[in-house]
């Protein structure tokens, strides 16, 4: 763990000679003490605190566990699953003990602090109900766990010996997945001048772009005490490009008649676009003096490039069309849970780009910060969505308690927050809201969107809509700027014809279900099928009794002009929502992704980036070839591929030549026998069905266009398990970096060749030497319940994923693997540190 009690983060300004003027966020990190425990006397300043826990925030209280059936169990009707009558939902929540108090103290100083300082608080997120006390006395509260929000505590502060005491809670039935629980984001201590930059009180736009200049807007909302004569205050704005140097600037002078708004214009020659391949990122500098005096700094990072949502066309980025190849994610990071962690984001962001994916939804809530920074500098486009409830109710305890007092705070916090991110391009208010088809529905969706407009009038908004008849009905659908629907996509064309944007989105789609390394037979197209398992079959044929597969979505983007693309449910499985396993415990995880839970693909991850990404080779065979007991059955290979053929051998022998057939049309399969013999499917993966087991391999030979031999791939028949394989996903740790940098080690069993055994179930014990440790496992089985942070894990189809994190010290971490009757491994990994 980071050794200093208060981390100062940022680049602050080097503008010598002028110190006591510049802004200085100081990140409260370390240090702090937490009790599942509620005593009021706790906000107060003399607590005996000392037996408390010492944690680092950001920190998940829940995630170590244990599981339990009985952790939020829900009795109710899951509406949006089609189901009618109550039933037990045990694993609704994930299974874990998030409900209830927990108290955090921290005793902090202020860097500087004096009588023309100003000091604020920043949240950036905290689950739940967060109640927050400086010195003893309440400064604020905020009930919305996702969103970021901040309290000038200037009154209440002084130079030293500060203590800050924040309590949150979690209701029972307030989620329909993890959420997490406690301090789960950063907390930032915020000191400036007096006289400065009102938080998120920057606003960058860029009203004309074009590829030999473009035009820059900055406008700055300042703050100051009543008295404070205007005309002794002074603006001065440096832009700086990509590589931090100056590219232009101007300096201003406040009057009375601003109402402390300035507004600077500046040209940019030759500006460098932002889009999803070149993400680059611009900074507006920002000094403001008082009485000829540096009271103030700020920066704000944007980006130069336009968005449009046109007729026919879609959506446009820098004027060329794009199609969102999007995902739906929450919030949690799977084993590490819901506490932020930007190698954590970064890695998943990483596999999801080299899937071909170019859009992410932040599903059912506001992001964190650090996703944002991570999506501007990676070029991922952003849809920043807000609520999974208004004013009618999923939830007993759901948003809907809160709604009338909060939701115009909640966004006009977010969009302030991040209108300024260039990564993103829309605002989401709702994600299938019970108000969608009424009355009432359509006002509050024309009041929230008016907000957001009036907040930033450059992005349009959308909602994810899944009663599309009653959403076109009630005119809710036609009111958002863009119509984004969940699911029922055969009623795309209807909506189409319906609405008068003359576009639609798919804002949340597919929602197949499978999981790694797990096959069924027959190889049938199902609809809620269950197992007694509780596992789902990975030939990707199988879907909710609502949703669909991926090639029903590929197929509308392709051949519909107005169809914008599509945001996948889930890039990531997550914890939570074990559909269709409802009361079927240990489910507790989703089967949802496209990467299950220990971050590790499944086949589908591969037909995805065969569709999303053909600029890289993809060859991929599905299913394992190791099937004892099976010799002579039936057993269906699948090959996803960005090749158009393919010829298949099975031990040298040939079962024939595949060809995509890119001639299969929507109208021509949207019928029950064409969804039988998938149809669709056979446009993009290529399947023998009547192939039969017998051990050995199979190899998979792909051809181009012109008939030419371009990649092969083989899977083999895996022999007895016979030692333990490690994998990094890096070759150093960096001991430096803002918050702990981790390691993703890919666990695999083999046998003697190397082979895969994907049938091992061997437990694998961790042991960590040196300047690391041990963070926590998952092996992506869905029923599995062994914690997180237990140095041990059963590996799920001879596979898992062991994460490890530097200590911030220099040095070398040794990890090892054991497991009974396998050959252990041991992984190196330098610790690098310069400070």
């Known amino acids: ?27 409260l990190r370390d240090g702090w003490r937490f009790i599942r425990a509620d005593n009021e006397s706790f906000g107060g300043v003399q607590v005996d605190d000392g037996k408390w826990k010492r944690v680092s925030v950001p920190h998940d209280w829940a995630i170590s566990g244990p599981f339990d059936a009985n952790n939020d169990r829900q009795f109710m009707a899951i509406e949006q699953d089609g189901q009618k009558e109550a039933q037990n939902q045990s694993g609704r ?42 010195n003893g006395k309440k400064v604020g509260n905020w009930p919305y766990g996702y969103n970021s929000f901040y309290f000038d505590v200037t009154d209440a502060v002084n130079a030293k010996d500060n203590v800050l005491a924040v309590r949150l809670e979690n209701e029972p039935e307030s989620s329909r997945w993890y959420p997490g629980a406690g301090l789960y984001r950063n907390v930032h201590l915020v000191v400036s001048g007096k006289v400065g930059v009102r938080t998120w009180g920057t606003t960058v736009t860029t009203p004309a772009v074009r590829e030999d200049f473009a035009k820059v807007k900055v406008r700055t909302e300042l703050e100051y005490p009543d008295g404070t004569d205007c005309k002794d205050i002074r603006l001065k704005t440096v832009l700086r490009a990509p590589g931090g140097q100056k590219v232009a600037e101007r300096e201003t002078a406040l009057s009375r008649y601003d109402e402390g708004v300035l507004e600077q214009d500046f040209v940019v020659d030759r500006p460098l676009l932002w889009d999803c391949g070149h993400p680059n990122l611009y900074r507006a500098d920002t000094e403001v003096y008082y009485q000829g005096r540096l009271s103030d700094t ?46 954590a984001i970064r890695y998943r962001l ?15 809530n506001m992001p964190s910060p650090e996703l944002v920074q991570a999506c501007n500098e990676m070029g991922m486009l952003l849809m920043v969505e807000t609520f999974d409830e208004w004013k009618a109710k999923k939830m007993a305890n759901g948003y809907n308690k809160y709604y009338d007092e909060w939701v115009e705070r909640d966004l006009v916090n977010v969009v302030r927050h991040y209108r300024n991110d260039p990564s993103v391009v829309m605002w989401c208010i709702g994600n299938e809201v019970p108000d969608q088809g009424s009355v009432q529905g359509a006002k509050l969706c024309r009041m929230m969107q008016d907000i957001v407009h009036r907040e930033d009038p450059t992005r349009p908004c959308t909602q994810g809509m899944d009663r599309v008849d009653a959403a076109i009905k009630s005119h809710v659908a036609a009111i958002m700027d863009i119509p984004g629907f969940n699911y029922r996509s055969h009623l795309y064309q209807k909506a189409y014809k319906a609405l008068p944007q003359q ?6 789609t597919a929602s197949t279900v499978s999981s790694r390394g797990v096959y069924k037979f027959p190889v049938e197209r199902k609809a809620g099928a269950k197992y007694d398992d509780h596992q789902s079959s990975s030939y990707d044929v199988e879907h909710c009794s609502w949703s669909d597969l991926p090639e029903d979505n590929f197929i509308l983007s392709e051949d519909l002009p107005y169809d914008m693309g599509e945001f996948v449910w889930t890039g990531f499985d997550y914890l939570g929502e074990p559909t269709p396993y409802y009361d079927d415990w240990p489910s507790h995880s989703s089967l949802f992704g496209i990467i299950d839970l220990a971050y590790l693909p499944k086949d589908r991850y591969y037909l995805y980036r065969s569709v999303w990404n053909k600029a890289v080779e993809t060859l991929h065979i599905l299913p394992h070839w190791t099937w004892p007991g099976r010799e002579g059955e039936v057993t269906p290979v699948f090959v996803y591929t960005n090749y158009p053929t393919v010829e298949l051998f099975i031990n040298g022998k040939s079962q024939g030549k595949r060809t995509k057939a890119p001639t299969v049309r929507l109208d021509e399969t949207e019928n029950d026998e064409a969804r039988r013999a998938l149809a669709r499917q056979k446009r993009y993966r290529l399947m023998w069905m009547d192939t039969r087991y017998e051990p050995g391999e199979v190899r998979a030979v792909a051809y181009d266009e012109s008939g030419r031999k371009r990649a092969e791939q083989v899977v083999r028949t895996a022999g007895k398990p016979y030692r333990i394989v490690l994998k990094a996903d890096k070759d150093t740790l960096d001991a430096d970096l803002r918050d702990e940098d981790l390691a993703f080690v890919t666990v695999s069993v083999v046998d003697r060749e190397g082979n895969l055994c994907p049938d091992a179930q061997h437990t694998v014990k961790f042991s960590v030497r040196g300047a690391g440790y041990y963070k926590a496992g998952a092996n992506g089985n869905p029923v599995c319940l062994e914690p997180f942070g237990r140095p041990q894990m059963p590996v799920f189809n001879g596979q898992m994923t062991a994460i490890v994190a ?6 070398t971490l040794r990890l090892k693997a054991e497991a009974e009757g396998l050959k252990s491994a041991e992984l190196v990994l330098p610790v690098k540190r310069t400070e």
């Open 1 to 27: 763990m980071k050794k200093l009690l208060l981390y100062v983060w940022g680049l602050l300004f080097c503008l010598g000679g002028r110190a006591g003027g510049e802004r200085e966020t100081v990140l």
């Open 93 to 134: 929540t994930g299974g874990l003990p998030f409900v209830g108090v927990g108290w955090y103290r921290l005793y902090f100083d202020v860097p500087g602090f004096g009588t023309d300082k100003r000091v604020v608080l920043m949240f950036d997120g905290a689950m739940s109900h967060a109640q927050v006390y400086v």
């Open 298 to 343: 700020h920066q704000t990072t944007f980006g130069i490039r336009t968005i449009e949502v046109v007729p026919e066309k879609g959506f446009l980025l820098n004027g060329k069309r794009l199609v969102f190849h999007g995902t739906c994610n929450h919030h949690d990071l799977g084993p590490l849970g819901t506490a932020v962690n930007m190698q």
């Open 350 to 364: 990483k596999m999801l780009k080299d899937m071909g994916s170019n859009a992410y939804r932040t599903s059912h």
């Open 503 to 508: 576009v639609v989105l798919g804002s949340e």
């Open 806 to 811: 530097e200590k911030g010290q220099a040095g």
